[in-house]
């Protein structure tokens, strides 16, 4: 075996070595972001609490996907009690949290001012800056060899990185097309619905209409007939 393939074989190893770190760091990241789907009852209130780190961000995206007005009432107050956040009547929002305080977030969703439609709501958590005390730059731990060396594999993270933020940006794109997909699906269900009631009721009247114009028709005529005998 030659010197060339010597050195293929071990630069190899080493990214298959870093890969691997980065992939399980991926895995991390990509963990911290989730979303969930419920269901509001009418004239009922639901709160969630999300623990976060000093300096860290936290972002929420909430959408109401089914119920009468498409709309609801949300909040979210830091660990102190402090208000951040509240919208009254919206059907959609987003807010970007930048933590002063560590400790549990809540945000809340209230449907007490409906007292008969219950809501589907949609909402999406993207946490950012949660592992500070790991050192970003670890990965370099594996690095030996000369600068030239460390260079190359800089780009290559630094490539890795972009492709990973795109991707996990393209995830958090498609979940909120999908929520907004879902919701205008359950608008035209609603209006199709409306449609069908409201044509049905015209057409009841309508047979109700012509029918008593008939009955009135041929009530005139017999009254004649009983006249002239």
């Not at 050195?7 to 911290?32: T, Y």
């Not at 970007?96 to 400790?103: F, R, V």
């Not at 731990?141 to 393209?170: A, Q």
């Not at 958090?172 to 999908?178: E, G, P, S, T, Y």
Request: proline share 2%; hydrophobic share 40%; net charge negative.
């Amino acid at each position: 075996m030659g010197p060339f393939r010597i050195f293929l074989c071990l630069l190899f190893a080493f990214l298959s070595l870093v890969l691997e770190r980065f992939v399980v760091l991926a895995a991390f990241s990509q963990g911290m972001d989730s979303d969930f789907t419920f269901t509001l009852p009418a004239g009922r209130k639901e709160c969630f609490f999300q623990t976060m780190k000093k300096h860290a961000s936290l972002e929420i995206e909430y959408q109401v996907l089914d119920g009468a007005g498409l709309d609801v009432d949300f909040l979210i107050s830091s660990p102190s009690g402090q208000l951040l956040f509240n919208d009254y009547h919206k059907s959609d929002g987003v807010h970007t949290i930048e933590t002063e305080e560590e400790g549990d977030y809540m945000f809340c969703f209230d449907n007490t001012f409906s007292t008969l439609s219950e809501k589907l709501i949609f909402f999406e958590l993207i946490l950012d800056n949660m592992n500070t005390e790991e050192d970003p730059d670890d990965w370099k731990e594996y690095v030996h060899g000369t600068d030239m060396l460390d260079m190359k594999l800089e780009d290559i993270m630094d490539t890795i990185n972009n492709v990973k933020s795109r991707l996990g940006k393209s995830v958090q794109i498609q979940n909120l097309l999908r929520a907004f997909e879902a919701r205008d699906r359950n608008i035209q269900e609603s209006n199709f619905e409306r449609v069908n009631f409201w044509s049905l009721v015209n057409l009841v009247v309508m047979v109700m209409v012509s029918g008593l114009q008939v009955y009135l028709v041929r009530s005139l005529f017999e009254d004649k007939r009983k006249i002239r005998t």
